[in-house]
Each structure stands twice: as C-alpha cells, then as structure tokens.
C-alpha cells in the first residue's frame, strides 16, 4: 500500500450503532488529521495528532472519539450519530517541522450515512 | 474572523485557459495551498505560495498577494480531466489550514 488509505470506503449505519473508520499512512510523517467535508461546504478540522499527541480538538461532539495508537494509523470511533453527521470522512496526513507542516496527503475517503 | 472565499462554479472549454480567484482573511499567514479534487476522491495537492509571485508548473500556475490577501490558480490548455473541484486553503499563525469551499470547474468540448 502507498499514500494514506481508509476503510471502509462506504459505511451505513443506525443511530443507536457503533462503528469505527481507519486510517493508515505509509509516508513516514508525522502528524495525522481527521476532517468532515459536506457538500458545498469548506473541510472541516476535526482532530489533529502530532507524534501521536492529540494537538487540536476543534469543538467536536463526544459521539465521535479519535485514537492515535501509533504515527502511522488514526481511528476515529463513532456512536450514536445523527443524521447530520453523513457526510465524507477524510483523513490526512503531513510532516511537521520547524518551519510549520509541509502539504497534507488525503485518503479516498469513508462516505458515512446515518439513518 | 478567518474566511476564505472562491466562486462556488465556473465553467469552460476545452483547450482554453481559466482562473481561479480566492481572497483569504487569517489571523496571520504562513502561506497558501491549492487541492484539486475530483468526485468522489481525496483531494490532491497542486501548489503552495508563500511569496508575492507566480509559481509556474506546467499548465497550472499559482499567483499570491500578500498584500491584497488574494490568489489565483490559472489553469492553461483545458483538458477534459481538469474538471474537478479547485479547494484554496490559507495557512494562519498557528500553522491551521483555513480552507474555501472549493471552485466546481466544468470543462465543455
């Protein structure tokens, strides 16, 4: 596998479920990042991770719960969702240094549905 | 606050050139990026801008002004597969990207 990949690709879930999306990146970086896109709509940030560490936590409902186990895979475990939280799920990842982060590579993405 | 603005859709042909404008306002600035992303996949990186200038590669080109606050990613010899989605995302003090809605770019024959 090359790049930053996602699984799954597609999930549809209930209210009352729990589920878990993955993320994996193969370019040695260091920081990893989970955003919501909607359509029309600007990315949104969601949770940053640098050298594992939590950095940012941009306000997001506790139905959604980030983990970072290592530099290289980022979950983000959701339960109890609302229908307004379908949306695509992109995860991304960057290397940081002293000068700031260099550009971010982005998975495919997981396209969640809540009913 | 931080915004970005860029047109929602554009449209053009095949073989020609077109431009795409966006104005940022951050709480300081540590540079501009451009993503293009096509339905239904992970945006990818285009360029990034730091300086005042153009940044040239290949047929797509990026311009800054710092002063201004404003971009634009010009796009040259339109070929069908440009059709996409432009995103424009400024880098503030704090090293977060602020990012635009995207510019839905529709190449016609």
């Known amino acids: 596998e090359t790049g930053v990949t996602q699984t799954p690709r597609h999930l549809v879930m209930g209210m009352t479920n729990k589920k878990s999306l993955k993320c994996e990146q193969h370019l040695g970086h260091n920081a990893m990042y989970w955003y919501k896109q909607s359509a029309k709509k600007p990315l949104e940030l969601m949770f940053v991770y640098n050298f594992k560490e939590q950095t940012e936590n941009n306000s997001v409902p506790s139905r959604f719960s980030p983990e970072c186990p290592n530099s290289s895979h980022l979950f983000l475990h959701l339960h109890t969702l609302q229908p307004e939280d379908s949306a695509l799920y992109l995860c991304?990842?960057?290397?940081?240094?002293?000068?700031?982060?260099?550009?971010?590579?982005f998975g495919p993405g997981t396209r969640l549905t809540v009913t | 606050g931080q915004n970005i603005d860029q047109p929602t859709e554009m449209t053009a042909t095949e073989g020609a050139i077109v431009q795409i404008n966006c104005t940022y306002q951050t709480s300081g600035f540590n540079g501009l990026f451009w993503y293009q992303q096509h339905a239904g996949e992970a945006p990818t990186f285009l360029s990034y801008n730091v300086l005042d200038g153009l940044e040239e590669k290949g047929r797509f080109s990026s311009f800054l002004s710092r002063s201004k606050g404003y971009s634009y990613l010009l796009l040259k010899e339109l070929q069908m597969k440009d059709s996409a989605s432009y995103l424009c995302?400024?880098?503030?003090?704090?090293?977060?990207?602020?990012w635009g809605a995207g510019t839905k770019l529709i190449i016609k024959p």
């Open positions: 995302a400024a880098m503030d003090s704090n090293y977060q990207l602020i």
């Open positions: 991304a990842s960057s290397q940081d240094g002293a000068g700031g982060p260099s550009e971010q590579y």
